[in-house]
């Protein structure tokens, strides 16, 4: 009796970082880049060439972060590419992007190193804009009842059981549902709202550290290391970006 023929395995598709950067030039909420072993760029899509303030690409590629980027952002990405060149992965790393406007944008940014023979040959890296919550989801009332709380109650302690109660759903459910309606885990989303506050009162006298508590953070060096983790630079050297850009107004 005859057997049936088996299919071959699927072999891998490698796909060629051209063709990522094509794909990727018509996708306006998405920056895609390429570097090498020297942090420089060898790719990069429109979408980041005019976040730059730039018009053509070639006005990127060959360059490093530090020297497209104002240098309080373009020193913090370079220090993030070095890891990611010594091997280290980074995924959906909460961030702001200071465009020219001085408009925060709010990405999720994951990096990956290519390697090479021989070792790392460069590195990959993707951000994603933060889209609008989905408001057809089934569970998004239950979700935007969180949200609220969050809101309200950023300044202090925030815990996810205590926000799975409030959404009457499970830990894992309320995680699940979350990242799905919001695209953030209920973490990364109070981060989130805590950063935005303390660039809101940078703007004002409050003390660095009067700002940090009243946003949420639990001693001064603590919302140092998140607010540069998040925004790039310090919060001091944001306050002091935002009042030269006002007296240049």
Same mark, same amino acid.
């Given at each position: 009796?005859?057997?049936?023929?088996?299919?071959?395995?699927?072999?891998?598709?490698?796909?060629?970082?051209?063709?990522?950067?094509?794909? /990727?030039?018509?996708?306006?909420?998405?920056?895609?880049?390429?570097?090498?072993?020297?942090?420089?760029?060898?790719?990069?899509?429109?979408?980041?060439?005019?976040?730059?303030?730039?018009?053509?690409?070639?006005?990127?590629?060959?360059?490093?972060?530090?020297?497209?980027?104002?240098?309080?952002?373009?020193?913090?990405?370079?220090?993030?590419?070095?890891?990611?060149?010594?091997?280290?992965?980074?995924?959906?790393?909460?961030?702001?992007?200071?465009?020219?406007?001085?408009?925060?944008?709010? /990405?999720?940014?994951?990096?990956?190193?290519?390697?090479?023979?021989?070792?790392?040959?460069?590195?990959?890296?993707?951000?994603?804009?933060?889209?609008?919550?989905?408001?057809?989801?089934?569970?998004?009332?239950?979700?935007?009842?969180?949200?609220?709380?969050?809101?309200?109650?950023?300044?202090?302690?925030?815990?996810?059981?205590?926000?799975?109660?409030?959404?009457?759903?499970?830990?894992?459910?309320?995680?699940?549902?979350?990242?799905?309606?919001?695209?953030?885990?209920?973490?990364?989303?109070?981060?989130?709202?805590?950063?935005?506050?303390?660039?809101?009162?940078?703007?004002?006298?409050?003390?660095?550290?009067?700002?940090?508590?009243? /946003?949420?953070?639990?001693?001064?060096?603590?919302?140092?290391?998140?607010?540069?983790?998040?925004?790039?630079?310090?919060?001091?050297?944001?306050?002091?970006?935002?009042?030269?850009?006002?007296?240049?107004?």
């Amino acid at each position: 009796m005859p057997t049936a023929l088996s299919s071959p395995p699927t072999a891998a598709v490698a796909i060629d970082a051209e063709l990522m950067q094509t794909l /990727c030039d018509a996708l306006p909420d998405v920056v895609f880049f390429v570097k090498d072993g020297a942090g420089r760029y060898t790719h990069a899509n429109l979408t980041l060439v005019r976040r730059l303030g730039l018009k053509r690409r070639e006005d990127v590629i060959g360059r490093a972060v530090t020297e497209v980027f104002p240098a309080r952002l373009g020193g913090r990405y370079a220090i993030q590419d070095r890891r990611v060149l010594a091997g280290e992965i980074i995924e959906n790393q909460l961030e702001v992007h200071l465009y020219p406007n001085r408009q925060p944008g709010w /990405c999720l940014t994951g990096k990956r190193p290519l390697p090479l023979a021989g070792g790392v040959g460069g590195l990959v890296g993707l951000s994603r804009d933060l889209g609008s919550p989905d408001g057809r989801d089934p569970t998004y009332e239950r979700l935007r009842r969180v949200t609220e709380h969050m809101q309200q109650n950023y300044a202090g302690p925030l815990r996810v059981t205590a926000l799975a109660q409030v959404a009457k759903l499970s830990v894992a459910q309320l995680e699940r549902h979350f990242q799905k309606v919001f695209q953030l885990t209920p973490q990364q989303a109070i981060t989130k709202m805590r950063i935005e506050a303390a660039m809101r009162e940078l703007r004002g006298e409050a003390s660095i550290a009067q700002v940090g508590l009243a /946003c949420g953070f639990s001693d001064q060096s603590a919302f140092a290391r998140q607010f540069k983790a998040t925004v790039g630079m310090a919060p001091r050297d944001y306050r002091a970006s935002h009042r030269d850009f006002g007296a240049g107004d």
